[in-house]
């Protein structure tokens, strides 16, 4: 995949993980999926079903993904004193975690696994690290947070949301995919494969090659990063009726474009912008090839 991007953009991408920046922010991070009640859900594991903004400006992010996406935001019930439950009409779809010294804003997703705490042994003779956990952050929800082999941090669950995680088409201004961008994308494949029980599907994709990540139906993407980069990162996107407008907009809200819509990336489909803390996030229109996936 080849991605267009001014110097001074690279700059700013490259600023949004330094190293081990993230052992300080993870340690609060108690992941809530949300304070809906009823039964635990079957999701099937290698689902991402949750998401938490770790930033130490919540009014300057609440703003910016309130008037960009139209989000909500409240308090967050019996969790940490300063954790945000994220809604987009009234369905939760994320958190915000303040951590407790200044770190680089980041997305922190979370992904169904059939054991945590086999899942952070493996990781761990993998030469991954744990952050947090794993821990019953609920009763009937264990958790933990880690970085993965080549640094990307990662969040892990036994389940997913308690109503559910639907398998339809998200709406407008809603998760809908998730990238592994890495900086060396064969260790990557086959640690997530071996970690989470994906298959891979290579597609050649503009310029480079384009994995797909499948267990039954496809659940993320990975491909090897065209920016300089210290460590990999999993990139969370939000389903847009425009990337350009969406892209735009987050520009005059204070965030940086790092990619602009282009013919050569996904049909001009996708952005990928920088939040105003420097969190990255993809700006995906979708559908945006006949049968495709993003």
Same mark, same amino acid.
């Given at each position: 995949?080849?991605?267009?991007?001014?110097?001074?953009?690279?700059?700013?991408?490259?600023?949004?993980?330094?190293?081990?920046?993230?052992?300080?922010?993870?340690?609060?991070?108690?992941? +809530?999926?949300?304070?809906?009640?009823?039964?635990?859900?079957?999701?099937?594991?290698?689902?991402?079903?949750?998401?938490?903004?770790? +930033?130490?400006?919540? $009014? $300057?992010?609440?703003?910016? #993904?309130?008037?960009?996406?139209?989000?909500?935001?409240?308090?967050?019930?019996?969790?940490?004193?300063?954790?945000? *439950?994220?809604?987009?009409?009234?369905?939760?779809?994320?958190?915000?975690?303040?951590?407790?010294?200044?770190?680089?804003?980041?997305?922190?997703?979370?992904?169904?696994?059939?054991? %945590?705490?086999?899942?952070?042994?493996?990781?761990?003779?993998?030469?991954?690290?744990? #952050?947090?956990?794993?821990?019953? &952050?609920?009763?009937?929800?264990?958790? &933990?947070?880690?970085?993965?082999?080549?640094?990307?941090? *990662?969040?892990? &669950?036994?389940?997913?949301?308690? =109503?559910? %995680?639907?398998?339809?088409?998200? =709406?407008?201004?809603?998760?809908?995919?998730?990238? !592994?961008?890495?900086? =060396?994308?064969?260790?990557?494949?086959?640690?997530?494969?071996?970690?989470?029980? !994906?298959?891979?599907?290579?597609?050649?994709? =503009?310029?480079? +090659?384009?994995?797909?990540?499948?267990?039954?139906?496809?659940?993320?993407?990975?491909?090897? +990063?065209?920016?300089?980069?210290?460590?990999?990162?999993?990139?969370?996107? *939000?389903?847009?009726?425009?990337?350009? $407008?969406?892209?735009?907009? $987050?520009?005059?809200?204070?965030?940086?474009?790092?990619? &602009?819509?282009?013919?050569?990336?996904?049909?001009?489909?996708?952005?990928?912008?920088?939040?105003?803390?420097?969190?990255?996030?993809?700006?995906?229109?979708?559908?945006?090839?006949?049968?495709?996936?993003?």
């Amino acid at each position: 995949m080849r991605f267009a991007s001014t110097s001074h953009n690279r700059e700013r991408w490259e600023l949004v993980l330094p190293p081990r920046m993230w052992v300080a922010a993870l340690v609060v991070v108690i992941l +809530t999926f949300a304070t809906t009640s009823g039964a635990a859900s079957k999701v099937v594991p290698g689902t991402f079903v949750w998401h938490d903004l770790v +930033t130490d400006n919540p $009014a $300057a992010a609440k703003k910016f #993904y309130s008037e960009l996406f139209g989000w909500t935001f409240e308090p967050g019930k019996g969790v940490e004193p300063d954790y945000t *439950i994220i809604r987009q009409h009234g369905v939760p779809v994320g958190g915000i975690v303040v951590p407790k010294q200044q770190t680089s804003p980041q997305w922190l997703s979370y992904v169904v696994v059939a054991d %945590v705490d086999r899942a952070v042994d493996a990781l761990r003779q993998a030469g991954g690290q744990v #952050y947090r956990g794993p821990i019953n &952050a609920r009763p009937d929800l264990r958790v &933990a947070a880690v970085a993965d082999p080549q640094g990307a941090p *990662i969040g892990l &669950a036994s389940r997913g949301p308690s =109503d559910g %995680v639907s398998e339809a088409l998200p =709406d407008v201004n809603r998760w809908l995919w998730m990238d !592994y961008v890495a900086k =060396d994308e064969a260790p990557a494949l086959q640690f997530y494969t071996q970690a989470l029980g !994906y298959q891979s599907q290579a597609e050649a994709r =503009d310029t480079a +090659t384009y994995y797909r990540l499948t267990n039954g139906r496809p659940r993320a993407g990975l491909f090897k +990063t065209p920016w300089p980069r210290e460590t990999s990162i999993w990139l969370p996107y *939000i389903r847009v009726a425009d990337p350009d $407008a969406s892209a735009k907009r $987050a520009q005059e809200l204070g965030g940086l474009i790092v990619q &602009a819509p282009a013919p050569r990336v996904r049909n001009g489909s996708l952005a990928i912008v920088l939040d105003p803390g420097g969190a990255p996030i993809g700006l995906q229109k979708y559908p945006f090839q006949a049968g495709g996936t993003p």
